[in-house]
């Protein structure tokens, strides 16, 4: 049975998740790192934390299931 989410530890997920921290380095420098890609809004501190390459805030995040 295949997962609907990468599970944390896989290397799927490893590799996903190095894409998504270039990814937010390239938006740091770019300026618009903590911007939501869905609605443009910043994401909240707490979910940065927790997922630094965060791309979209919770709601559109839920959104895209
Ligand atoms: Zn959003």
Do not use: N
């Amino acid at each position: 049975m295949p997962r609907p989410w990468p599970t944390p530890g896989t290397g799927f997920w490893a590799r996903s998740h190095l894409a998504d921290l270039d990814a937010a380095q390239a938006r740091l420098r770019d300026g618009d790192y903590g911007v939501c890609q869905g609605c443009g809004r910043p994401i909240s501190p707490e979910r940065l934390k927790v997922r630094p390459a965060a791309k979209s805030c919770v709601p559109c995040a839920a959104a895209h299931r």
